[in-house]
């Protein structure tokens, strides 16, 4: 899970640079709005990353240490479908 969403964060970033050169490098010598178009749809790309690849899926666990309660543990043990022997 963590490989996919760091994949996907890296490929959005790299989308968001490459648009902010193309547009300052290329397509500002025909169209300054289409560039300034292209540098604001860019803008709008780092916080959708940052929420992609802090998303958490529905097998990830996010109380990964154990609470020192047994009896609390075990239950959520017991949900997670987790066993313990």
Sequence with gaps: MYERRR????????T????FVL?????RLWSVPAA????????????VAAVV????????R???????DPKSDEWW???DGKRRY
């Design 7 to 14: 994949h996907l964060y890296f490929a959005m970033m790299g």
């Design 16 to 19: 968001c640079i490459g648009l």
């Design 23 to 27: 547009a300052w490098a290329v397509v």
């Design 36 to 47: 300034v178009g292209m540098c604001l749809f860019a803008m709008l790309i780092p916080p």
């Design 53 to 60: 690849a802090n998303r958490r899926g529905p097998d990830d």
């Design 62 to 68: 996010w109380w990964d240490d154990p609470s020192g």
């Design 77 to 79: 043990d017991e949900l």
